[in-house]
């Protein structure tokens, strides 16, 4: 059985850091693609970050570049999320998800491509 599960949320000031955490059980994240996605209170889940299963460079949502950075530890079987820079329209639930296929480029960005998802670590950014 796949599990992934978040950590690392919490609340912060406009211009703070956290890092996100997402570690997986039953699957290797070498083997997967795996992303970041938010959830904004009312709004869809939207696309942040991936890393290809193929390996790569990133791919990060516009609205991120230049302050969050997704990677990943093999060894830990870890995946992560650097934010900095945290404006008030970051906060959200973050999710962890992971597909055993290599998605194609049309749909990484796309929820409803990836099997596995964590449970979520809410991210308040406020003064």
């Known amino acids: 059985q796949v599990q992934v599960e978040e950590s690392g949320g919490g609340a912060v000031q406009p211009g703070g850091s956290l890092r996100l955490s997402c570690v997986a059980s039953g699957r290797s994240l070498s083997t997967s693609t795996a992303a970041w996605f938010r959830q904004a209170p009312g709004k869809e889940r939207e696309f942040v970050a991936v890393?290809?299963?193929?390996?790569?460079?990133?791919i990060v949502a516009n609205f991120v570049k230049g302050r969050f950075t997704i990677s990943k530890d093999n060894a830990k079987n870890t995946l992560y999320l650097q934010m900095n820079n945290l404006e008030p329209e970051d906060t959200a639930v973050y999710y962890c998800a992971a597909d055993a296929t290599d998605l194609i480029t049309s749909r990484l960005r796309d929820a409803r491509a990836y099997e596995y998802w964590g449970q979520g670590t809410r991210v308040t950014v406020s003064s």
């Open positions: 890393i290809r299963r193929r390996g790569g460079s990133p």
